[in-house]
T-cell receptor, first 114, second 112 residues
Framework: SAVISQKPSRDICQRGTSLTIQCQVD?????MFWYRQQPGQSLTLIAT?????????ESGFVIDKFPISRPNLTFSTLTVSNMSPEDSSIYLC???????????FGPGTRLTVL | GENVEQHPSTLSVQEGDSAVIKCTYS??????FPWYKQELGKGPQLIID?????GEKKDQRIAVTLNKTAKHFSLHITETQPEDSAVYFC???????????FGTGTKLQVIP
């Protein structure tokens, strides 16, 4: 299995600012992903974090708004840029382990934008 | 892309009764179907999964069934307990470690 931690666990930010969320995995996972969960809603995939190269974004999400880095197999960051109240959500990272063919989720970062 | 529908959106059962949540998916290439439980303020926790070469899987009070022809899969919880109260998500993907498409979620309330 894999244990995933995220920092910060929650934050309150002013509109127009940016926040970087960190995701650390205790195993060398094959894949890492970032999801958004709006209040009372399901999880929507933002992007696949690719090691050492640009992330692969899903429809409706762009690099300028959600830049992602993954410098190694166990760490990734997601930045929410130029925030507006509509960005208030829970942001979750996950790690997919090919050896167990399973995906594990972090606890999430609860973001409130005022 | 994949689309996963989930029903019902809310479910209330008496403690000790059974709960059933149903999902359908659209992409015939999907081969892996996990179920996640999400408690308030926490990330989704994998509770059981099933792969396309298996029709049914059971783990204590929890069972999943898969009808690949009809593109249906279901979660069955027997002898429900108050601690089963949470939001449950079904999901689908091509491989277990690949990106996951989630259903819309079912809020289960077990009434003591």
């Amino acid at each position: 299995s894999a244990v995933i931690s995220q920092k910060p666990s929650r934050d309150i930010c002013q509109r127009g600012t940016s926040l970087t969320i960190q995701c650390q995995v205790d195993s060398q996972v094959t894949m890492m992903f970032w999801y958004r969960q709006q209040p009372g809603q399901s999880l929507t995939l933002i992007a696949t974090a690719n090691q050492g190269s640009e992330a692969t974004y899903e429809s409706g999400f762009v690099i300028d708004k959600f830049p992602i880095s993954r410098p190694n197999l166990t760490f990734s960051t997601l930045t929410v840029s130029n925030m507006s109240p509509e960005d208030s959500s829970i942001y979750l990272c996950s790690g997919g382990l090919a050896s167990t063919d399973t995906q594990y989720f972090g606890p999430g970062t609860r973001l409130t934008v005022l | 892309g994949e689309n996963v529908e989930q029903h019902p959106s809310t479910l209330s059962v008496q403690e000790g009764d059974s709960a059933v949540i149903k999902c359908t998916y659209s992409d015939s290439a999907s081969n892996y179907f996990p179920w996640y439980k999400q408690e308030l303020g926490k990330g989704p926790q994998l509770i059981i999964d099933i792969r396309s070469n298996v029709g049914e899987k059971k783990d204590q009070r929890i069972a999943v069934t898969l009808n690949k022809t009809a593109k249906h899969f279901s979660l069955h919880i027997t002898e429900t307990q108050p601690e089963d109260s949470a939001v449950y998500f079904c999901a689908a993907s091509k491989e277990g470690y690949q990106k996951v498409t989630f259903g819309t979620g079912t809020k289960l309330q077990v009434i003591p």
